[in-house]
């Protein structure tokens, strides 16, 4: 089988470049989720830690190995180690584990400076590390750190390195764009330059985002025949971070013959849990996982799109099990009316009630407000004069908060003029609320949709009474995405009024859906 027509294989990172964040250290309990979801995604091999970190870090490592025991092959586990004098290497055998990645300098600055060696000594360590770990009984790869500042500064020094090693029983050499200063050309004339001399050699890519570029050199480096593509999810990695799992495995897809294993069905479910634990938001623009990647708000586009999918490329929202919405503003048109109130299950509006909706669009987006599918109905109702737009009122609430009892909350609703009251405690201010609130639309047999993100945002520099806008992410019953928000100088009655006006949507779209 031709080199090119190998599928290219995935190493995750998140475990242990990705920890390189800045505030991210993920705990062992965490560690075993993150390995088990990157199962899920069909990931080729993960690089679980480092060797020699803390008790932490052994204790996450054999949790995952353990498991991996049981359910998988052993050998897609990977560990960083170093040239240690065999320190890595017994701490990776005695916790388990079975392949290394040996870190070695991958440019003659690195070593000479760094660990003050000279590439001869540094090259015979290196062997003797080899050794060692296949005397144990551990497979070796070898990074190649800086490889990138050494094809550029000191390309002799790589090429002897390569030379000294390549008659040892290493599975792969690891070149590291380091620092993330390669561009497409360069890189793919050092990897035509690496491969013709090391025909017989299994090599990886491991690329950094300083420039923006990881994404372009990792599919550059597929297209020179590397199989072996290192990533993180959400591009978690210090400064600017890795190559990101979900833009690569798409890329990939796209744009390369060769077959890939991920399942992009779960990537956003890992780009969410990764933010989750982490505490790392992903831009609202990041490809395929940003919060408004799959967001149109241009008239023109919306207007295409209904006669033709004229403005769609081929990441479509449902390969990743996310959907196509339309942004209501200032450079809305009547396409994108009509486009929501399609994807509401509404009817088209007539010409006359449209093109004044489209009026109020406008004139709120100049004043920087962002019109949600869910504040339509609203506008419309005003529009037509009909006062009693709202049918469900959180008419009164209040909440108790203790230091050692649960936080308890009591809510008033009324729903067409018939009110009910409850009470609940809660985990926090606003749990209780929701609970307390859950418990009064039962009575009048309705349900909350599922809350999926709440965030609070004021002004920068806001002081502690400026206004609070509390902005949520609910999923309704038939799978749709809607956002509601709030605003008031307390930012429970700001969530409680992003609240009144999801339940009021989902009233509206049970009658009229």
Not at 72 to 100: T, Y
Not at 198 to 204: G, I, S, T, V
Not at 287 to 311: E, N, W
Request: aromatic share 6%.
């Amino acid at each position: 089988m031709k080199h090119q027509d190998l599928y290219v294989e995935i190493l995750d990172t998140t475990l242990r470049d990705g920890e390189q964040t800045p505030g991210v250290a993920f705990t062992p309990k965490e560690k075993f989720s993150v390995a088990k979801m990157l199962r899920r995604l069909k990931v080729d091999r993960i690089e679980i830690g480092s060797a020699r970190v803390s008790a932490g870090e052994a204790e996450g490592v054999r949790k995952i190995l353990e498991w991996s025991n049981a359910h998988d092959n052993p050998e897609k586990l990977e560990i960083l180690g170093f040239v240690d004098g065999g320190r890595s290497v017994d701490w990776i055998r005695n916790n388990g584990g079975s392949v290394i990645n040996l870190l070695c300098k991958g440019s003659r600055r690195h070593c000479e400076i760094q660990l003050k060696k000279t590439p001869e000594r540094h090259f015979a360590d290196i062997r003797k590390e080899v050794e060692k770990a296949v005397s144990a009984d551990l497979k070796v790869n070898c990074y190649l750190e800086d490889w990138s500042g050494g094809i550029s500064d000191s390309f002799d020094y790589v090429l002897t390195q390569i030379n000294a090693l390549k008659d040892l029983p290493v599975e792969r050499f690891m070149l590291c764009d380091t620092l993330g200063i390669l561009n497409v050309p360069r890189l793919t004339t050092a990897l035509h330059l690496m491969r013709s001399a090391f025909p017989e050699l299994r090599f990886d890519f491991h690329g950094h985002n300083d420039y923006n570029l990881a994404c372009a050199n990792a599919l550059a480096a597929v297209e020179c025949g590397i199989s072996g593509i290192h990533c993180t999810i959400n591009g978690l990695g210090e400064r600017a971070g890795n190559l990101d799992l979900a833009q690569f495995a798409a890329a990939v897809r796209d744009f390369s013959p060769r077959p890939i294993h991920i399942v992009e069905k779960e990537l956003h479910n890992a780009s969410n849990m990764l933010q989750a634990l982490s505490g790392k938001r992903c831009a609202w623009n990041a490809p395929i996982v940003g919060s408004d990647v799959f967001t149109q708000t241009c008239g023109v586009h919306a207007d295409g799109d209904r006669k033709g999918d004229l403005y769609c490329n081929k990441l479509l929202p449902e390969r990743f099990v996310r959907q196509r919405d339309y942004a209501l503003g200032k450079l809305s048109g009547k396409a994108s009316i009509d486009r929501t109130l399609e994807l509401m299950g509404e009817e088209v509006l007539s010409p006359e009630l449209r093109a004044k909706v489209l009026e109020e669009v406008i004139r709120l987006g100049d004043r920087k407000k962002a019109v949600t599918a869910a504040d339509l109905p609203f506008i419309i109702s005003n529009i037509m004069r009909t006062p009693e737009a709202a049918r469900l009122r959180i008419v009164d609430f209040e909440t108790v908060s203790h230091r050692s009892r649960l936080p308890k909350a009591h809510v008033v609703l009324e729903f067409d003029g018939v009110t009910v009251e409850d009470s609940s405690t809660g985990d926090g201010g606003y749990d209780a609320l929701i609970k307390a609130i859950r418990k009064c639309l039962k009575k009048y047999g309705l349900s909350m949709p599922k809350l999926v993100d709440y965030q609070v945002r004021i002004p920068p520099g806001g002081r502690t009474d400026a206004l609070v806008e509390t902005t949520i992410t609910w999923k309704c019953a038939d799978g749709r995405s809607v956002v509601t928000t709030g605003v008031d100088s307390d930012q429970l009655v700001a969530a409680a009024a992003a609240t009144e006006k999801i339940l009021n949507h989902m009233i509206h779209g049970t009658n009229n859906g």
